[in-house]
């Protein structure tokens, strides 16, 4: 037990009401369990919204975090300092990047993914390139510019007037693409799989497509990897396995396995036009974050870990079916690696929670997608066993909740 004056009451009570948390209040973590103030276990299919790539409190990474915690834990972007280095170092070895910018959340990467695209066009081609294209149901963070570049026009609306000049269109639809973009696109922005719009996949072709229609019109293609990268669909990045090399990408969540850090990778003929003065963060870089985000990649970016991330998407989907099968709830499983939706077939449209607060209360942590799906996001390193166990209990999860409609 611990800080027993610690409430969920107290929540609602000092904090900010932008969220609505569990009743229940983790205070440790251990791979892929978490325990709660009584000390009830709950098995973690969240991965803290597909951020602890490794589980909680993975020995290496405690020991990284720790020892550069002895050693120097911030100084500034009028230093640069060795853990920053080397984690830049590493990315720009084992992807399509030659320079990268730090900073601490996945919307401050896809802001500054924005407003080079915009600097780049404004640099070659004057005032009127300033279109960026957008799809629907995309999710790119929320600072202004970002949620005005994401798809659910809900999450930036009431905030007065919005950035200008973005257009949304169907994902995965090439044909809208090719109608709409022009030679006043600076740049085109899209996740290789939306996460928080409902785990959709994108088409390869279309993935192509935007690629080839970035090219003719001198845009920039910028991938959001913020939820994709680093593992999660068993590829480093998800841009490996399209046959497609974006101009940006961006990356957080995973990155830091739980410690908050972002990166935007680019190329240099890029990264030139952002001189000296033109952008910056005071905590990009920080050098705790970059020690555990190095040794991080370093577990993560190993044959093992990407390939086992491809058997346990098999491993869940084989589970999902057969529960599927006994109690019909799932129209379809999609998604890729280890970030899975089920959606919700048409006798439960909306219950998305019900089932999120019924495997909660059998002590299994899922996310939800929406109103209609259910999305898990486990640790990339989630044993075999815990995945049975998982599923056991969402099966009962969802035995009660049929049972209770029929
Ligand atoms: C694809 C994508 N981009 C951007 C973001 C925003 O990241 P952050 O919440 O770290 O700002 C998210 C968060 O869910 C995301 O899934």
């Not at 019109?217 to 939820?227: K, S, T």
């Not at 006994?326 to 919700?344: D, Q, T």
Request: with cysteine.
């Amino acid at each position: 037990m611990s800080n027993t004056h610690i409430t969920r009451p107290l929540f609602d009570q000092i904090m900010v009401p932008n969220y609505a948390p569990l009743e229940m209040i983790p205070v440790r973590g251990e791979g892929s369990r978490v325990w709660d103030q009584q000390d009830n276990e709950f098995l973690d299919l969240t991965g803290g919204i597909a951020v602890n790539a490794l589980g909680h409190a993975h020995p290496e990474l405690v020991t990284a975090l720790t020892e550069q915690a002895q050693k120097l834990w911030h100084v500034s972007n009028i230093y640069t300092n060795e853990p920053a280095l080397s984690l830049a170092q590493k990315l720009v070895d084992n992807t399509f990047a030659e320079k990268v910018f730090f900073a601490n959340s996945g919307a401050e990467a896809n802001e500054a993914a924005l407003k080079l695209a915009r600097r780049v066009a404004f640099d070659q081609a004057g005032t009127d390139k300033t279109e960026i294209i957008a799809f629907y149901q995309g999710f790119h963070g929320r600072t202004f510019f970002t949620v005005t570049a994401g798809g659910q026009s809900a999450y930036s609306d009431g905030f007065g007037p919005k950035p200008a000049d973005i257009t949304h269109l169907e994902y995965n639809d090439l044909a809208a693409l090719e109608k709409a973009i022009s030679d006043k696109t600076c740049a085109v922005i899209l996740e290789p799989l939306q996460g928080e719009g409902g785990v959709l996949p994108i088409s390869p072709e279309f993935a192509q497509g935007v690629r080839a229609l970035c090219d003719k019109h001198n845009a920039l293609m910028i991938f959001d990897e913020v939820q994709t990268g680093m593992g999660r669909t068993g590829e480093l990045f998800a841009y490996m396995a399209l046959g497609i090399t974006p101009d940006i990408v961006t990356s957080a969540k995973a990155l830091g396995a739980g410690f908050p850090i972002a990166a935007m990778l680019t190329k240099s003929h890029l990264a030139e036009h952002f001189k000296v003065g033109t952008h910056g963060t005071t905590f990009g870089g920080n050098p705790l974050a970059c020690a555990v985000a190095g040794k991080a990649f370093d577990l993560i970016n190993t044959p093992e870990m990407l390939e086992g991330v491809k058997r346990k998407e098999q491993l869940i989907r084989q589970h999902l079916q057969e529960i599927n099968q006994e109690f019909s709830v799932f129209k379809e499983v999609r998604g890729a690696g280890l970030l899975l939706g089920a959606v919700l077939n048409e006798q439960y449209q909306d219950q998305a929670k019900t089932f999120f607060l019924g495997a909660a209360e059998q002590g299994l942590l899922i996310l939800v997608a929406g109103a209609n799906v259910l999305r898990f996001a486990p640790a990339l390193n989630i044993s075999d066993e815990l995945i049975e166990q998982a599923m056991l209990k969402l099966k009962q999860a969802i035995q009660i909740i049929v049972n209770k409609d029929a």
